[in-house]
Each structure stands twice: as structure tokens, then as C-alpha cells.
């Protein structure tokens, strides 16, 4: 009797407060990066797809904004992105900070899910920073919240737990066939990816409230004759003062964003890149609907 192998695949989300680390976990597990991280909270916007491809399995996970309670429109959109995962993923990944453990935020997360059906699976993440005895009680914390059926502590910064990590997941997932081909890490558009390393550098480069004020659109993107790919990007910001300060002293701000962008893009697409940046002002676009989705969900359905 021949014994035929079986292919595994489907959906994990990976869910939590802002800043635990999911995005540095997406990138890490499908081994590029296809999503903004930073140490400032609410980095993410959007749902980002990864696949990761294995010998037996495809995994697909799906980065989400972190779930916090505001009552921002842009915010509320954010948080509805993530809570939409539930119905349509095979397993949930539920991270949280080995450093902070179980704080109100972690909590209203749980509860957020606590009527999906999906298996969640606790990603203790950031264990570098943490003395053993600590990580012990934050496990034995965990058990005794009887709504995960696995618990598994990792550092997705310093690329430790991903295998166990990963054959867990596989543990969950149903047979299948192989969703994206083998050369497919994410489904997000160019233009997208692109927009998000510039947000990353805006992120890195800026402080107080100029960060989360700011959205990306690529606009253009072109050859030129003599090879040089020119992309036309566009920061939105909400106000004069935060539009002065993305400039910056003869437009000292700018150039340095605009450099750094530069050279992951240029990385990314193997070509010379010219990177122009326009910044505009539109007053309290967070607050606006139609401005978020034309900014922030141009390839979302909402
Ligand atoms: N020391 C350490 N830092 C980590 C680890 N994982 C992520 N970080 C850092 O934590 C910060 C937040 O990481 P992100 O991946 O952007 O977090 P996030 O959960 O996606 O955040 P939001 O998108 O805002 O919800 C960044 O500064 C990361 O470098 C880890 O395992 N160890
Ligand atoms: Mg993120």
C-alpha cells in the first residue's frame, strides 16, 4: 500500500494590543518584510497577508492592527480590520509582552474573542527581556485563563521558538491544497509595501503626535529611459504645524525620510529609485471616512 503524504494549509491571524510584536512575528516567520514595525503603538493599519511556505504546509497569516479601544474613526476602522479576522481564520495567534504580561488591554483583546469558535494559540513574545522565573508565573498565569490550547513563549526579534511555533500552528490547520503559489509571500499591492516602508520611516523619524497624523499614498510609479524607477509618494498629515515639521529646517526632515526610504525601496525592487515626496495637508482625516479609505483602505473592502 502506497502512503500518500497530506498537505496542510489555511489561516492564522495574528491578534493583540499595540505594539506586542505581531508585525515583527509576520516578518520573522515568512522571513522578509512585508510589514511596518516601530516601537511607537498602532503602527499597523492594515490587514497584511504572509504565506509561508513549507515542504508539507502553507501557512497564511494575517498581521492586524493592534485592538485598543478609541473612538477615532481611523481607529475604530483599525480595530474593526482585526476583529474581522475571526470568522475567517483556522487558528488565532494571540500575542502578548513577556515584559508587560496580562495588562487591561491584553485583556479586552480576550474578550473581544471570546464568542469565535477558532483555536488560540498564547505567542508569549519578547522572552529576551525577561528572567525565567517571570516567564514561568506568566505561563502558569496563562493556563489558568482556560482559553488557549497551546502557550508557547518566543522572541520574534531575535528568531527564537519559530520552529516549535510553526509546527503548532501546522497542528491546527486542516488538509489542504496550496492556496498561493510557492513564489507568493504576500498579497498586498506594490504600491502598498511601498507607502508602508516610508510610514516606517516617518515612524522612526518623527515624535509626539507627527507619526500617527501621517498616511502614505504612492502615487506613481515609473521606468525611466535610463533605468532609474521614479515613485511619486504622497504624506498626509493633518496639520500646518505637522506638515512644518515633516519638512523641517530647509527641508532637512523630508530629505532624511525620503533617503532612508530610498535605500530599503531601491533594496526591494533591485533598481535605482528617485523618490519624490509631496506633503499635503488634510485637516482631521482620521476622522473622516472617506479620506481614511481613500489614504489607508484604497484596496480594502470595508
Ligand atoms: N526585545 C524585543 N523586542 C521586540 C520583539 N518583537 C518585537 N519587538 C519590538 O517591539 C516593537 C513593536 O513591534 P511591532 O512588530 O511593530 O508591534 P505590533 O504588535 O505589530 O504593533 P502595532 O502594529 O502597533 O499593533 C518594535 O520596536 C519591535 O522591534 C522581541 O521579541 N523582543
Ligand atoms: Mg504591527
Redesign the pocket.
Known sequence: MSQTSSFKSGYASIV????????????RLVAQKV??????????RNKITGVLHLPDAQIILV????IHSSKRALNEMMVQASLSTYADVDLILV?I?AVEGFRDEDEFVLKSMQHTTAPKILVI?????VEKPKLLSLIAEAHDKSVFKEIIP?????D?GMEPLKELIIGYLPEGPEYFPKDMITDCTESFLLAEIIREKVLSLTRLEVPHSVAVVVGGMEEQDNGVVRIDATLYTEKASQKKILIGQGGSMLKSIGRIARIEIEKRLGAKVYLKIFVKVKSNWRDQKQAIKEFVYPYDSL
Open positions: 493583540g494590543r499595540p505594539n506586542v510584536g505581531k508585525s515583527t512575528l509576520l516578518n510589514a511596518a514595525t516601530s516601537n511607537r503603538p498602532q503602527t499597523t498581521d492586524t492592527p493592534g500575542l509582552d513574545n519578547k522572552i529576551d527581556l518566543v522572541s520574534a526579534l531575535k527564537d
